[in-house]
């Protein structure tokens, strides 16, 4: 079973900048799509962005061109770099990894605690 621990969460303001980071723990035969989650209070959880094992990747328009993903396969870790950060990123942060199980080979999904970004105006 893989087991996520996300850092970097924080208080910045407006134009600042953040990264966050999940590091993967546990065993897995591999580890395939991961991503960033966000969810703002009154809001339903949106995909931020996700990166693919092959480094393909995928963001949501309201980050393009200020959010930055990135995977250390080594390390079995994801970022997310945060520039040019705006008070409607305030949310709570949560990563995700899609990967298969070491035994059977069966699909597992596994969530960090989440992190809290906050953006102030």
């Known amino acids: 079973q893989v087991q996520l621990v996300e850092s970097g969460g924080g208080l910045v303001q407006a134009g600042g900048s953040l990264i966050l980071s999940c590091a993967a723990s546990?065993?897995?035969?591999?580890?395939?799509?991961m991503g960033w989650y966000r969810q703002a209070p009154g809001k339903q959880r949106e995909l931020v962005a996700i990166?693919?094992?092959?480094?393909?990747?995928n963001y949501a328009d309201s980050v393009k061109g200020r959010f930055t993903i990135s995977r250390d396969n080594a390390k079995n870790t994801v970022y997310l770099q945060m520039n040019s950060l705006k008070p409607e990123d305030t949310a709570v942060y949560s990563c995700?990894?899609?990967?298969?199980?070491?035994?059977?080979?069966?699909?597992?999904?596994?969530w960090g605690q989440g992190t809290q970004v906050t953006v102030s105006a």
């Open positions: 546990g065993i897995a035969f591999s580890i395939n799509d």
């Open positions: 995700n990894v899609q990967y298969l199980s070491s035994v059977l080979r069966l699909k597992g999904n596994a």
């Open positions: 990166i693919t094992s092959g480094g393909s990747t």
